[in-house]
């Protein structure tokens, strides 16, 4: 009975090294789980084995109790470990630089010695009230919707792309220029229409353009346009692409091969919102939502003069990183069956579905070429496919393992592997749990209580 009522207590770990004050703080706290440790070592040990939503820390521990620097060295290792855990640190002898520097290192809060066990109790409750509201935020934030569709259009079921798509909804409504980093092929354009769609310019102009494929000479035209006769072959005058989304947005994919020359010309509209076109003489006020792509690093390219360090602020007021594809557990799987359904209506109407070698391969392989490899290979493989199954060798893939990440400890170890079998058979079978269950060979209800363990949805 008390073993199965600690399990449901939060945890609170105590790392202070007087051992009177250890078991006051121990038995002050009924409603929690309570962990005592010494030193550095067994408060290490203790937060990888319970991970405790709270810690309380004496920044004087041994072997230097007179001092603060091994309190600052677990602290700094507790925001390495697990940064969301609370640490409130105790500041002995009015030493309130101390305390105020560990806020600053990530700290919750601080209080003073002689220690008031009531005052302590309120800041230890209300740092797991806090603990918990940005555990649940974390949650809501990272969960798919049920047809696992967000942002309009684009498929995942990936906590990771969900948590982008959230990102990019709560910015879309405002005016800030967002820059998206990801590897060719992740999906940029796509979640550039989304902001765009998810926003109050959703009524205008979508518009487009790669700079990377647009020769130098002519991108400058491309993006501001010309005045008729402003060089040879100007026959008439022409509005470029920031003109056309006037009112709307304009997506600038491969922002990175931009030249530098028109790199200035870019920011002088990002600061003045106007624009002069190609061998005109008057300025065009015009109201253009820059969302911008690349897969290069700017930050290195700033370093080596490339690219210009005033524009990449300007441009990137919201950075926004995609996960590749590889990083998306499951997601292989379900865009492969959206493609393989639209592709078989267009091409070959006979394919009905993935052979379970072919789903074998598609989660087994590390997709380098992101969503947009997997949509061309499915493409070829309906095409290619004889009977009404695509089987691995139509899509050209061998079975490959995937790499192991190597998280904290043994359980986190445990849970991760959990969790990606769980989304990669939840996407196999299409969010069914008896076929889920029958494919990770387990019951309903353990797969029901992995679920509810590990806040997963079906």
Known sequence: MTDTRAKQLPKLLIVEDDPGLQAQLKWAYEDFEVFIAGDRASALTLLRAEEPAVVTLDLGLPPDPDGVSEGFAVLDEIMAIKPDTKVIVASGHGARESALRAVA???????????????????????????????????????????????????????????????IERVANTNVSVMLLGASGTGKELLARGLHEASSRASGAFVAINCAAIPENLLESELFGHEKGAFTGAVKTTEGKIEQANGGTLFLDEVGDIPLQLQVKLLRFLQERTIERIGGRRSIAVDTRIVCATHQNLEAMIAEGRFREDLWYRLAEIVVKIPSLAQRPGDATLLAKAFLTRFAAQMNPSVKGFAPDALAAIDGWGWPGNVRELENRVKRAVIMADGKLVAAADLDLPLADAGADNPLNLKAVREAADRKAIRHALARSEGNISSTARLLGISRPTLYDLLKQYDMHG
């Open 105 to 167: 290192q990530g700290a919750y809060d601080f209080y003073p010695k002689p220690v008031d066990i009531d005052a302590l109790g309120l800041i230890v409750r209300r740092a797991l009230h806090l603990h918990r509201i940005e555990a649940e935020n974390r949650s809501l934030a990272t969960r798919a919707p049920a047809d696992h569709r967000v942002l309009g259009n684009m498929i995942t079921a990936a906590p990771e792309m969900v948590k982008v798509a959230r990102t």
